[in-house]
């Protein structure tokens, strides 16, 4: 658990603006992998020779590497510098994409997919560099927008690319990424400087394995469930062994100096219940986002369908993704003004909103295009909340990592989404034309539990300790040290004053490791 570095004397405040764009446009360009590949998928088995079952993998890889990218790459991050590690998602991402732009096989593009999730880490990362960069008035708006890069990608990913796909292939789909991910390349040297604050210590070698094979044996099972079945034996044996897994995790962070995840930190009452949040409102944002564009591109006349393209279903979407753009600077108004908790539930309320749009007229396509709307404001307000809570209860070496875990937990509760959407789609049909196809009560029942899950999140928020609107954006992110220190239980204060003192000493093992060393220098000295 590292000590806080010195707090830089003053931010840097020349070309403010080109460092927000080009830290967003960084964000947009991971964030639309989630969903630029949505188009091809449908004609990518006829093309690479394979099932639908393999094809599904160019969607699961991305998904499991991300998971596992997130918190190391933001963990090392605050250890060896923030802009490093922008440029290596950067790379990895041009990369990956250019390796797909080859394909041929499946096997080629799945190893691209993979390189580009790693960069999802790049979110959290760029939000912490407009913590230590930015005047701290600028602060509010500009993670406000990072953050909704999240969800602004995904809304203008199908779009884009099916429009790209159904135009010049699959290999112009991954150019499109490759060439941006060069530019960022160039241009994030130039304008981003590095961050002079740190968190010095060792990698957490052995904490990085055991959390990535955690997270695999949990998002495996997930994604795969509909397919394997969920009361098989490796679908069964895959979260058995995750949940041992994290038993075996949890106690080996708790005894580091130096954890890959600070949990004392993550069980702060403002972080946890943050944390909670974001799990069920990404679970509720993505039942929208998949429920509507399978309700949208189902065959007209039967079942529930409207028979859109892709690439129309896109389209529709659209006015939801270019709200979260406009709403970056209210949300961050609405923080200032009444605190980042105020933002969040007004985020989820908007959310349960846009369902109960949905719900009872299900049929209209009026209705779905207000209350995605309603919602895209919501999920805007939500997404934009929760790094300001994280970054107001962590201390500021702890900023890339607190949010990594964050945008995890985000991507942990998007995933329990797609299996959830998948399982009541096959489970509640009709069978016409010699297929069975979902019912306009599965859609309605996607919606109910997606709604509920807002409703949960949300009412889990109002449990969070009042952001006071005194409390200035200056005094949030620059003069505080330690922000969230006042929500430690006396054990866990004491505590870490003694690990600061072993950091101080140079020492790497947890104080409870050497107790019976301790001992024996205090009988030496006794006996002296």
Avoid at 27 to 38: F, H, R, Y
Avoid at 148 to 166: F, K, N, Q
Avoid at 184 to 207: A, K, M, N, Q, W
Wanted: glycine content about 10%; aromatic content about 6%; some cysteine.
């Amino acid at each position: 658990m590292p000590t806080t570095s010195a707090l830089p004397r003053f931010r840097r405040t020349t070309n403010v603006r080109t460092i927000i764009l080009v830290l967003s446009l960084c964000g947009l360009t991971v964030s639309l992998q989630q969903t630029s590949m949505v188009g091809a998928l449908a004609d990518l088995p006829d093309e690479l020779g394979t099932t639908t079952e393999n094809v599904s993998w160019i969607v699961t890889v991305t998904l499991l590497t991300s998971a596992v990218a997130m918190p190391i790459v933001s963990r090392l991050a605050d250890m060896f510098g923030k802009r490093k590690m922008l440029l290596l998602c950067l790379g990895l991402v041009t990369v990956g994409s250019l390796i797909g732009a080859v394909g041929g096989s499946l096997a080629v593009i799945l190893l691209g997919r993979a390189l580009q999730g790693i960069s999802f880490a790049i979110v959290p990362v760029g939000i912490s560099v407009m913590r230590d960069l930015l005047p701290a008035h600028r602060i509010g708006a500009a993670v406000a927008l990072m953050s909704a890069t999240l969800g602004i990608g995904g809304a203008i990913g199908l779009p884009v690319g099916g429009l790209i796909y159904s135009t010049w292939g699959l290999s112009a789909v991954f150019l499109m990424s490759a060439a941006v991910g060069f530019i960022l390349l160039v241009l994030v040297p130039l304008v981003v400087s590095e961050s002079t604050i740190r968190s010095p210590g060792r990698v957490d070698y052995v904490g990085s394995i055991l959390l990535s094979a955690a997270l695999l044996a949990l998002l495996l099972p997930i994604s795969k469930g509909a397919v394997w079945g969920w009361g098989s034996g490796l679908t069964i044996g895959l979260f058995a062994a995750s949940v041992v897994l994290i038993v075996i995790w949890i106690p080996y962070e708790l005894h580091r100096t130096q954890p890959l995840v600070d949990l004392r930190t993550m069980a702060r009452r403002p972080v946890m219940l943050t944390n909670v949040a974001t799990v069920l409102i990404g679970f509720s944002m993505f039942g929208q986002l998949l429920g509507v564009t399978q309700l949208l591109t189902l065959p007209e006349g039967v079942g529930a369908g409207y028979g859109f393209s892709p690439l129309q279903a896109g389209l529709f979407l659209l006015p939801s993704g270019i709200v979260m753009v406009l709403l970056a600077p209210v949300s961050a108004a609405i923080s200032n003004r009444y605190g980042a908790k105020t933002t969040l539930l007004t985020g989820g309320c908007l959310v349960v909103l846009g369902y109960l749009v949905m719900i009872p007229w299900i049929g209209s396509l009026v209705a779905l295009l207000v209350g995605s709307t309603v919602m895209g404001s919501g999920i805007a307000l939500a997404y934009a909340a929760m790094p300001t809570l994280i970054m107001r209860s962590v201390p500021v070496t702890e900023t890339a990592s607190s949010n990594g875990l964050n945008a995890l937990l985000r991507s942990i509760g998007t995933s329990s989404s797609s299996a959830v959407v998948a399982l009541m789609l096959s489970s509640d049909v009709v069978h016409t034309g010699g297929s069975d196809v979902p019912t306009t009560h599965a859609f309605q029942m996607i919606f109910i539990v997606s709604a509920i899950g807002a409703a949960v999140g949300t009412a889990v928020a109002t449990m969070l300790p009042p952001h006071r609107a005194s409390l200035s954006n200056e005094e949030a992110f620059t003069s505080v040290r330690d922000p969230g220190a006042e929500y430690d239980p006396p054990s866990v204060v004491a505590e870490r004053a003694e690990i600061e003192y072993e950091i101080a000493e140079g020492r790497s093992m947890h104080h409870h490791e050497r107790e019976p060393a301790a001992k024996d220098r205090s009988s030496s000295r006794e006996g002296g």
